[in-house]
């Protein structure tokens, strides 16, 4: 059996609180171990506010959210009309084992996303970024 | 969102609560650092109470460590849920940033 939440968001930060709402209810819900909520949340966050960011020059815009899960896997979908945005390929690589003087925080998020999760596809259509996040839901 | 402040042996306890993200992060850092005072000579920051933390609260405990490096002050966490301890060791702040399990053990790693 599936289920299906869709979101849809604006591109101001103070939407992060609505969207981590809504993925506690749905992993309520859904009887998710503790530590799966934390980590749908930091890649939706880390992703989302990228967009919130980088993703247009001006403007309100709004961010599509669907998360589907089946039965030992998750998928988060995450679509946006911003400027081209290829995570795999487009963000700085954050250097983790530099000292503490030389340490940047440029690239860290979506160095955490990729980490956390067990996939992640990228693609552009039809003007969009459409980002796909698979983990397992395995416990 | 909030910083509280004790102090135990002259160090600078400052503790926070609940989520420190994109929305927040901010305020957070805005919080930090008028608790701290540039005459500090060790802080410990108690993420107990901490239930999530995200990239731009990670950039806030960075900065704060750069800071206290300048100062010369010494600078640990300590009370790091598992899901914030795992956020810690991918970064790789575990390598940068002492991590203690409890208080009063940043508290003694800091007097020596």
Known sequence: ?139 | MGVSTERQDNTLIAKTEGRIDGANAREFQDALDAAIDSSERAVVLDLEEVSYISSAGLRVILLTAKSLQKQDAKFAVCSLSESIREIFEISGFDQIIAVHDSRNEAVDALKN
């Not at chain 1, 859904?30 to 001006?58: C, Q, R, S």
């Open chain 1, 1 to 139: 059996m599936s289920t299906e939440l869709r979101l849809k968001v604006e591109t101001r930060h103070d939407e992060l609180d609505r969207v981590s709402a809504a993925i506690e209810d749905f992993a309520l819900e859904a009887d998710w171990p503790l530590d799966l909520a934390f980590k749908v949340n930091l890649a939706l966050e880390e992703v989302v506010i990228n967009v919130m960011n980088y993703g247009h020059d001006d403007g309100l815009h709004e961010i599509d959210i669907i998360l589907t899960t089946e039965e030992d896997s998750l998928t988060i979908e995450i679509v946006d009309d911003g400027r081209p945005f290829d995570p795999l390929h487009d963000a700085p690589i954050p250097d983790v084992n530099a000292e503490l003087e030389e340490r940047n925080i440029g690239g860290l998020g979506i160095h955490l996303v990729r980490k956390m999760m067990d996939d992640v596809q990228y693609r552009r259509e039809e003007g969009k970024n459409r980002l796909t996040l698979v983990t397992s839901l395995a416990k």
